[in-house]
């Protein structure tokens, strides 16, 4: 699962509309928030993989795709906190994320839709932070940051893709029209919130 061999039809699925171009300028203004985010960011990311095995212990897929996500992410938590470290900046306490608040709400209650919804929200979740990331990778000064964020960024657009696959397995019959408007409340939900120096 963790090779995906068709990654551009499956992110086609995800239209994901630009950030804003403020988003960047206010960004690199405030990096210290932007990695402080950051560091949660990937932190959740990790839990919510595992979540899924928790709640699908019997989908063995699912299991194996998700436990070597968080895997991942939990490096990437690694990786950002020595990022940190280098910078002399300390990590700070989690103040929530309204933005993933917003898209977990988009979660329908009953199975099988459940699990779709689910997996759609993390790849929703991860192809921005994709964007954002490779926007970032695009524009920072220090070499050993931008080196960081560019494959950060490819990273999350692997995870997304593995997201995408194992919803397209879960439910061959809707997963595209479902990504389709989740791509499309994930776009009213960006419209609704203010912009800031934070990955989402």
């Not at 402080?36 to 899924?52: G, I, P, T, V, Y």
């Not at 790849?123 to 931008?146: H, M, V």
Request: aromatic share 4%; glycine share 4%; net charge negative.
């Amino acid at each position: 699962m963790d090779e995906i061999t068709d990654a551009p039809q499956l992110g086609d699925a995800l239209p994901l509309v630009a950030s804003d171009p403020r988003w960047l300028p206010i960004a690199l203004a405030d990096l210290d928030a932007v990695h402080a985010d950051h560091l949660h960011c990937e932190r959740k990311a990790a839990q919510s993989a595992l979540s899924l095995i928790r709640s699908y212990p019997e989908r063995t897929d699912l299991v194996t795709a998700m436990a070597r996500l968080a895997h991942d992410e939990t490096r990437h938590v690694v990786q950002v906190s020595q990022l940190m470290t280098r910078r002399g900046q300390p990590a700070s306490y989690d103040f929530g994320d309204d933005y993933a608040a917003a898209l977990r709400d988009l979660i329908r209650k009953q199975e099988p839709e459940r699990l779709l919804d689910r997996l759609l929200v993390f790849a929703t979740i991860e192809g921005r932070s994709a964007e954002r990331l490779g926007l970032l990778a695009g524009a920072l000064e220090d070499p050993k940051s931008r080196e960081l964020y560019a494959s950060l960024a490819t990273a999350e657009v692997r995870h997304r893709d593995i997201f995408l696959s194992l919803a397209r397995d879960a439910s061959p019959a809707t997963w595209r029209e479902r990504a389709a408007e989740l791509a499309a409340r994930e776009a009213e939900v960006l419209a609704t919130r203010a912009i800031s120096a934070r990955i989402h």
